[in-house]
C-alpha cells in the first residue's frame, strides 16, 4: 500500500513540492537575509529559542502551497506547533502530513551564517514518504523519497562507510539543553576515537551524514519538523537510524533518547553503545 500510494500521490509531483519550497525561500526567506531588523526576531522559550518574520511567513507559504498540491492534507509546521500545540496530533490521524521547519537554523540565519535549511517531509499513518531539504544561500537541494533513493542538486546520494579506524565524527545536542540523565548519555561520545561537536541546522547536520562527510548524529530532542527529513534522507542514501533502546526513530514520538543517525548500521551500533555507556 505504501508503493502505491507514494505513486499515486506524488507521481510526478516531486518537482513540484521542489518548486514550492524553492518559491517559498525565494520570496520569504532569502530577501530578508542578512536584513532583519530588531523587531523581526522574538524570542519564543528563551534567548536560544528565535522565530523571525521570516520563519513565520514562509511557513504560511508553504502552508499553502503544499496543501494545494495535496488536497487533503494538513501540514504540521513548527510556527503552527507553538501557536497550537494540538496540531501535532495530525502526525497520528489518516490524512497525509505535510512537516516543515520553515527555517531549520534559525539562530544561523539570524547571525547571517548561511548554514540554514527549510525542511519539508510528507507523511502518512506516521511513516515517512518524501522528503526535501534545501539551503537556500548554500544552493543545494536533496531530495529523498521512499524506497527510491536519494539526490543532491539532482545527483544520486550516498552515505557510504567510514574508513576502517578513522575518527568518527558526532554532530550531537549541546549539554546545556539536555535532561540530567541525556547529558550523562552525550558524555558517552567523549572517548578514544569519537570526535563530537555541538551541532548547528540539524538539517544540514542529516545532509552531511548522508553525503559521507560526517559519521552521525546524536540528538536529544525529537520534534519532528526537525527530524522527518533528514531521517529519511539519511535512510535512503544508505544510512540508518536508532534509539539508545536499539529501536528505529519514529517521528509520533515517545522515542527513548538521545537517539543516533549514522553513515551505516556499524557506525549506529557504536555511537548507540557509547550513549548507553558501554
Not at 70 to 92: N, Q
Not at 122 to 127: I, K, N, P, T
Not at 178 to 196: F, I, N
Request: net charge negative.
Amino acid at each position: 500500500m505504501t508503493e502505491d500510494f507514494i505513486e499515486h500521490v506524488l507521481g510526478g509531483r516531486t518537482t513540484e513540492v521542489e518548486e514550492a519550497v524553492r518559491k517559498a525561500a525565494a520570496v520569504e526567506i532569502m530577501p530578508r537575509f542578512r536584513q532583519l531588523a530588531a523587531h523581526d526576531i522574538v524570542e519564543k522559550n528563551g534567548p536560544h529559542d528565535l522565530v523571525t518574520v521570516a520563519d513565520r511567513a514562509a511557513e504560511t507559504h508553504l502552508t499553502a502551497s503544499l496543501t494545494a498540491l495535496l488536497p487533503g492534507s494538513v501540514v504540521v509546521g513548527e510556527e503552527a506547533v507553538h501557536a497550537d500545540p494540538t496540531v501535532y496530533e495530525a502526525l497520528r490521524g489518516d490524512a497525509p502530513v505535510w512537516i516543515v521547519d520553515p527555517v531549520d537554523g534559525t539562530r544561523q540565519f539570524v547571525h547571517g551564517d548561511p548554514a540554514f535549511c527549510t525542511l519539508v517531509a510528507l507523511a502518512r499513518h506516521g511513516e515517512l514518504l518524501a522528503s526535501w531539504t534545501f539551503a537556500p544561500a548554500l544552493d543545494e537541494l536533496a531530495v529523498a523519497v521512499r524506497g527510491r533513493g536519494a539526490t543532491l542538486n539532482g545527483r544520486p546520494l550516498h552515505s557510504g562507510s567510514p574508513e576502517p579506524g578513522a575518527v568518527l565524527r558526532v554532530a550531537a545536542s549541546h549539554p546545556d539543553y539536555t535532561t540530567p540523565e541525556q547529558k550523562h548519555a552525550l558524555l558517552g561520545l567523549d572517548t578514544e576515537g569519537v570526535a563530537p561537536r555541538p551541532c548547528g541546522s540539524a538539517g544540514l547536520e542529516y545532509l552531511a551524514v548522508a553525503r559521507g562527510t560526517l559519521e552521525a548524529t546524536a540528538f536529544s530532542w525529537e520534534y519532528a519538523w526537525d527530524h522527518a527529513a533528514g531521517l529519511l534522507l539519511v535512510t535512503e542514501a544508505g544510512g540508518t537510524h536508532t534509539t539508545v533502546a536499539g529501536e528505529p526513530f519514529h517521528i509520533t514520538g515517545g522515542n527513548a533518547l538521545p537517539f543516533t543517525a549514522a553513515r551505516d548500521t556499524a557506525t549506529a551500533d557504536r555511537v548507540r553503545a557509547l550513549l548507553r555507556g558501554r
